[in-house]
Nanobody, 133 residues
Framework: EVQLVESGGGLVQAGGSLRLSCAASGFTFADYAIGWFRQAPGKEREGVSC?????????????HYMGSVKGRFTISSDNAKNTVYLQMNSLQPEDTAVYYC?????????????????????WGQGTQVTVSS
């Protein structure tokens, strides 16, 4: 059974930084992707970033970002720890949301997967990020 556990959320002032972690377990497939999504009150869930984990060195580490976070957020993975990180810098009040990590084992590219949360079959419980102005 796939399990995902997020951590690292909190309250930060505008311009500050946070690093979210997503600890994954229960994977039995060689190729999967981890996506970060967020959902603000009254808004739909949106994709933030995605990273591919693969034995294929060509696709391993492939990343994709939503436009508004490019240059501010960085996704990375520590495969030995089965953990994916989302480093968030220059945070703004509009980044306030519950952040979720999710896993997909279809092998599709992140640029495709991040466009629809329905592609991801397993989800964590979420972690709150609040950015004050």
């Amino acid at each position: 059974e796939v399990q995902l556990v997020e951590s690292g959320g909190g309250l930060v002032q505008a311009g500050g930084s946070l690093r979210l972690s997503c600890a994954a377990s229960g994977f039995t497939f060689a190729d999967y992707a981890i996506g970060w999504f967020r959902q603000a009150p009254g808004k739909e869930r949106e994709g933030v970033s995605c990273i591919s984990i693969s034995d294929d060195t060509y696709t391993d580490g492939d990343t994709h970002y939503m436009g508004s976070v490019k240059g501010r957020f960085t996704i990375s993975s520590d495969n030995a720890k089965n953990t994916v990180y989302l480093q968030m810098n220059s945070l703004q009040p509009e980044d306030t949301a519950v952040y979720y990590c999710a896993a997909d084992t279809s092998g599709y590219e992140c640029s495709y997967l991040l466009g629809d949360s329905a592609h991801f079959g397993s989800w964590g419980q979420g972690t709150q990020v609040t950015v004050s102005s």
